[in-house]
């Protein structure tokens, strides 16, 4: 049985929350979330957007890893070059009537392209496993190294100097043209709530794309590539389209953190930074974008807040805090906690936990 | 294929999720008397070793300001962050500290990297923000200040010295990056200017830890000086390694000893007849640095050592002192007209030191820092107040005209 | 020339010693168990740390060496225990466990022991091969490096344990069946592989700056040479060392270290291009 209509063209087998409550939920969250800035301080606002733009990195890892079995170690790459492509093609341009948002697609269009490259190289190249994620961790700290000796002026592309490890910067923020002639510049507010809205969309999409047939396809390569491709499907198209979109959603993270800071460096494609959305995805639970999106944010906030409230201990801590994570929460950080949440919810309301309403499906299958 | 386990969503829980949810907005700051500096220092990761005095003395300072009243009467609040040697933490701390903190003013960063994400962010909100660390130079930003020695401080003085002391061929091994490629551009050209030539110059990344083939290249060219530009602790195990070979060629740096105290850390002679010119070390032993060290030490008996950033740090606490002072305010742009007005000067660690008006720079006393074979010190030389004159000569004068750029030897401002 | 050629195959030899060594305790943890150990750096560090603290305290450079290997093996039998032994039916989640361990190692030592401690003076002097002299111990390393690659192949293919342990990785329910006590393979193999590790820093302890982040100099190295030699890391990983090690060498020498290291990453992309399943899977590729 199956409903139509389309709001069900969100709903399907491979998010893990569903139907109306679900819904009314995220709309009251979304809410919650765009009305901050009428009563939050600037920095607040500010900050919330900081943790909002990293998570479309995120939701194309849990894509690609957590949907088509694909772990990439090397998002940073297309997140790194989004972030330098925006600030050249910016740089050049200016931000003159707009001239930003061709920055932006341009910037979008080049990590699109650097994945389809390496997606074709890898998947028609036979490349699997654990194999991907050392190819693409190689391909991200090549761009590291690379990037990291372009100090001299002679590294320039237009007017835009690369500087090295140093980083580049002095890329104009996003500019919306307005009625009157004065260009909007996006910080602030109007950043936050630019990022807000990007990040509703994509993740709608996401959900469509993903209990989509190509979603479902997707999830039986994961769970076994060969009997898919046995079934017709053509496993390496599906797994190249995968990685291009989650590529391309790495992307739209590196231009965001490029131009709310003005700035982008190769650290940000290095070692380090490559480990973390791999983090946030493990950690919250990889096989649900909703999963992801939440405990990306959340670990986010943790990390940030332990820096600033516990010294030197801040490591030591966040460190703790995933070990308990990953001992605790099988499942992932965010369905355990609304799992747990719901339990005590449950007792507090004196119904008794019956492990078949549990696992009982929102809609008949 | 295995079907996820669902859930009736609950309004409850969503009610839940959403309180949660509005814990992120922080308290909000209140404005009250004291004067607020900023603080962004590395207290964890990579470059703790060389950053931990820093922050020590920034808070020797400031203990002692308030001891004696404070500045104007205001007691002085350091809002410390630790940016765990990461260059997003720096960015979001700025951030905080100019919308959430609300201070007067921000100290800090070790690595250059660092620095650079930052200045947009105090750029696009004209904060005042003061640089306290040693680096390849060439900031020319109307908000910034730098306290940190530059290349025409430390080469000028320590290259002319180690050609006529050992001979003219010069090689140079410099961390691939910005401090490297352009500290080793100061060293070619004053090799060049003194009549001497360079046998060889080599960049190394900076995840390079191993130098086999380094040390090779260097004994077929046979230099006289080895100047050693290398950063970070993958980089200092050359020192040892090319002990290990027998390398014996005098070094001459900018880096090594005065930040990360090398010499206490690795075993003789692995640093044998280095030279350094530092703005500060723990050996000096003048009234002005013996009394520095005494307090140090009684508030921080177990600092393993002071390094030239901790003097730095701790000057840029009394230079800012003497400039809201004579600006009677703490209002940035007076707070900036004061430190431009050429009277900024303070008696620290090394004696006296002023703020240069046209670059935003700080004079320095240079110190000749020799490392013998048993690792204990000798400064065969002091070259008392350096001014850093580069910038103002190659046409920066942020008096008169406002900047934000960095400049080069071969990328000078434009005239 | 004569000096020239041997500076080439000292070189090579080098680099073969230094991703042989990183390598070796995760050839063991990631390429036989699959745990994917991103704290390995940490069990390196660990090793060194020991070594150079019980050197100093008046210990013999040898068997400080021996006691950072073994605590750096006890300390991966405990957290075996604690932490990974439940992750074996979930191996993604190991990335994340040891990324946190790996936090914990790094943030405590620096904590505990200060940023830095003085290190170790490198032994056995140096020799002299036309006009360049060379660092003898860097032989020594090299030598050690073939010496525990034939070392774990003998305990693997030749001793009962060995059989025991592959037994178990490959079918723990059979091996538990035939009277093997699973629990207590996993975790000496675990433990096998972080004293291996801490062997490498103990081994490189007098030749670099003891930081609590001095892990992270191995690392990349040791994943990319273990997942290049492919599935069977006893073939795989000596191979796959030396061709790596070639190419640096030849790039450096030739061009620097710049196109040495990017070199390296190159070579790695092209030879799983070409041989997707690695080295050893290419090597067998009949039997399959």
Known sequence: MRRTGLLALFDGPQTAWNGMSFRLCFVLAVLALATVPLYAEFFVVNNLAYFLLWTFMALGLSLIWGYAGILSFGQTAFFGLAGYGYGVVSINLGDAHGLTWVAFLAALVLPALLAALIGYFMFYGGIRDVFVGIVTLSITLVFETFMAQTAGPEWHIGSARLNGFNGMSGMPALTVPW???????????????????????????????????????????????????????????????AFVIGGTLAGVSGILYTTWGSYITPSSMGLTSAALPIIWVAAGG????????????????????????????????????????????PEGLVLATVRGIRRVVLRVTGRRVATTAMAKRTEGS | MKRMNRFRFKPTLCATAIVAGSLFSGAAA????????????????????????????????????????????????????????????????ARRLIQQDKVNVIFGAFSSASREAIRPIMDRYKQLYFYNNQYEGGVCDSNVFVTGAVPEQQFSTLIPWMMEKYGKKVYTIAADYNFGQISAEWVRNIVK?????????????????????????????KPDVLVTLLVGANQASFYEQQAAASLNIPMASSVNVGQAYEHKRFK?????????????????????????????????????????EAANAYNVVYLYKKAVEMAKSTDMKAVRKALE??????????????????????????????????????????????????????????????????????????K | MLATLFGFVYQVADTFAFLILSASGLAI??????????????????????????????????????????????????????????????LFDSIVATWAISLIATQGMLIVAGPSIEGLKTPFGSFEVGGLSFSSYRITLAAAALLILAGIYWLFVRTKFGVRARATIQNPAMARALGVDTDRVYALTFGLGAALAGLTGALYAPTMTTVPTMGSAFIVQSFVTVVVGGADVFLGAAPAAAILAFIQSLLTASYGQLIGQVGLLVTVIVVVRILPKGISGWMLRDSN
């Open chain 2, 268 to 308: 003789a002679p692995a640093l044998k007849d280095m030279y350094v010119t530092a703005n500060y070390i723990e050996e000096i032993d003048s009234p002005e640095s013996n009394d520095f060290k005494k307090r140090f030490h009684a508030k921080f008996p177990d600092a393993p050592y002071i390094n030239q």
């Open chain 1, 286 to 329: 990889r096989k649900d974008i909703t999963a992801t999106m939440v405990a990306t944010v959340f670990l986010i906030w943790v990390s940030q807040t332990l820096a600033v409230k516990g010294a030197q201990y801040a490591l030591v801590l966040m460190g703790v805090l995933l070990l308990l994570v990953v001992l605790l929460a």
């Open chain 3, 29 to 90: 943890i990631f390429g036989m168990m699959g745990v994917i150990n991103l704290a390995h750096g940490e069990f390196i560090m660990c090793g060194a740390y020991v070594t150079v603290l019980s050197a100093r305290a008046g210990l013999p450079l040898p068997l400080a060496m021996l006691l950072g290997a073994l605590t750096a093996g006890v300390v991966g039998i405990v957290i075996e225990y604690l932490v990974i032994r439940r992750l074996y039916k979930r």
């Open chain 2, 341 to 414: 007005s050429g009277d900024i000067c303070t008696d620290g660690p090394s004696g006296k030191v002023c703020i240069d008006p046209k670059s935003h720079h700080q004079s320095h006393t240079i110190y000749l820092v020799h490392v013998k074979a048993d690792h204990s010190v000798e400064i065969p030389k002091v070259w008392h107040d350096i001014k850093p004159y580069w910038l103002g000569q190659a046409g920066c004068d942020l008096t008169k005209k406002d900047d934000t750029s960095q400049y080069t030897p071969s990328n000078p401002p434009k």
């Open chain 2, 30 to 93: 209140i404005a009250a008397d004291p004067i607020k500096i900023g603080l962004l220092e590395d207290q964890s990761g990579n470059f703790a070793i060389a950053v931990i005095p820093k922050i020590q003395a920034t808070e020797l300072a400031i203990e002692e300001i308030n001891a004696k009243g404070g500045i104007m009467g205001r007691p002085v609040k350091l809002i410390h962050y630790d940016t765990q040697s990461d260059n997003t933490r720096f960015q979001e701390f």
């Open chain 1, 179 to 241: 009625f009157g002639g004065e260009d909007v510049m996006l910080d602030g507010n109007t950043f936050f709530w630019f990022v807000l809205a990007l990040l509703v969309v994509v993740y709608l999409a996401l959900r469509w794309l993903v209990n989509s047939r190509f979603g479902n396809v997707l999830v039986a390569i994961r769970e076994n590539p060969d009997r898919a491709e046995m079934l017709g499907y053509n496993v390496r198209r599906y797994q190249t389209i």
């Open chain 2, 193 to 221: 200017e003194k009549g001497g030539t360079m046998v060889g110059e080599e960049f190394i990344p900076l995840s390079v830890s191993q130098f086999s083939q380094t040390i090779q290249n260097i004994q077929k060219a």
